[in-house]
């Protein structure tokens, strides 16, 4: 296991079209995070799963967002109606099961989105 | 709203100068962490701080976490063109089910 694998890397798509993301975390972590990031700004909190339950939706997650981890391993993050203004980079992350505050994240590489 | 500020926002120095990243909130943190940045990667966790008033080094880089868990620092000794980044400071609040991050700091060194 060599760490968290995002494809694609990059992704353009056209202004109204839908995307889908997938992250692979690593396989002995219980909780995935999906966060955004914006030229210049740190990455923003999405979503977070601890195995295939989501716990926690940021309001950045309008109803064109929907996220699952169906079976607490790979997890898909999908735009519907995709607008300009979701043109960033999609980051996904996974920690161990415990006491978050004593783990850090390991983050995949993201997901570039350029919608035109 | 961000819950963590940077500053500076941008730092441009030369190789071999000392440099500090601050990282400050209004929020008590229970935990703090750093991370470093390189063009289209993820940030890669540097250190986590748990403690108030706690320091940690990592090779020329020393973090301290304040007294009262609202702010901390980075400190790089004779900065190397290989400390190019932008580092980034993510506190958790309460159970830390996530973490906040800062606006973030980019760095140049220039060889």
């Known amino acids: 296991d060599t760490g968290v694998s995002q494809d694609p890397r990059h992704k353009i798509t056209k202004r109204g079209q839908n995307v889908t993301f997938r992250c692979d975390p690593i396989s002995e972590h219980n909780r995935l995070y999906w966060y955004r990031q914006t030229l210049g700004q740190g990455p923003e909190f999405l979503t977070y799963?601890?195995?295939?339950?989501?716990?926690?939706k940021s309001r950045l997650l309008s109803d064109r967002f929907s996220a699952e981890r169906p079976k607490g391993s790979f997890s898909t993050l999908e735009i519907q109606r995709t607008e300009q203004g979701d043109s960033a980079m999609y980051l996904c992350?996974?920690?161990?099961?415990?006491?978050?505050?004593?783990?850090?994240?390991?983050f995949g590489s993201g997901t570039r989105l350029t919608v035109v | 709203t961000q819950l963590l500020e940077q500053s500076p926002q941008f730092l441009s120095i030369q190789e071999g100068e000392n440099l500090t990243v601050y990282c400050n909130s209004s929020?008590?943190?229970?935990?703090l962490q750093w991370y470093r940045q390189e063009p289209g990667e993820g940030p890669v966790l540097l250190v986590t701080v748990v403690t108030g008033g706690e320091v940690k080094k990592l090779k020329r880089l020393t973090f301290q976490f304040g007294d009262a868990r609202k702010d901390s620092s980075l400190h790089i000794t004779a900065a190397q063109p290989g400390d190019t980044g932008l580092y980034l400071c993510a506190g958790s609040v309460g159970t830390g089910n996530q973490f906040y991050f800062g606006t973030g700091t980019s760095l140049t060194v220039i060889p």
């Open positions: 992350a996974s920690s161990p099961f415990g006491i978050s505050r004593n783990y850090g994240y390991t």
């Open positions: 929020s008590v943190f229970s935990s």
């Open positions: 799963f601890q195995n295939e339950a989501q716990l926690e």
